[in-house]
């Protein structure tokens, strides 16, 4: 799954993958430009080098909502312990680090 950043919003594009995350942008976006789209969307935040972006947990589930297959939740649970594991999880659980690129 990844999240999909444009001046339009955030979109969550292939929410039944749950093998991956990132986060991508096509548009040429400032880091202050991603930081405010992503905070008018309630989709995270950038990381100190804004290479990353710690996306809430429950915006993923939000917006996977009803576009997902039985056995999500489970699936999802997997990548969030695997995520823990390497240092990707917020000490909270509340977050989980995406990598950030720029799509040509």
Request: hydrophobic share 40%; no cysteine; proline share 4%.
């Amino acid at each position: 799954m990844y999240l999909a950043i444009s001046t339009d919003g955030v979109d969550l594009r292939m929410p039944e993958r749950v093998t991956d995350l990132y986060a991508s942008y096509r548009q040429r976006l400032t880091s202050d430009k991603l930081a405010e789209i992503l905070a008018e969307h309630d989709a995270g935040e950038l990381s100190e080098k804004a290479d990353h972006v710690v996306v809430p947990v429950a915006t993923l589930r939000r917006m996977a909502a009803g576009r997902v297959p039985e056995g999500w939740e489970a699936d999802f649970e997997g990548m969030l312990a695997d995520a823990r594991t390497k240092g990707r999880l917020t000490e909270d659980g509340a977050g989980i680090s995406a990598p950030l690129e720029r799509e040509m």
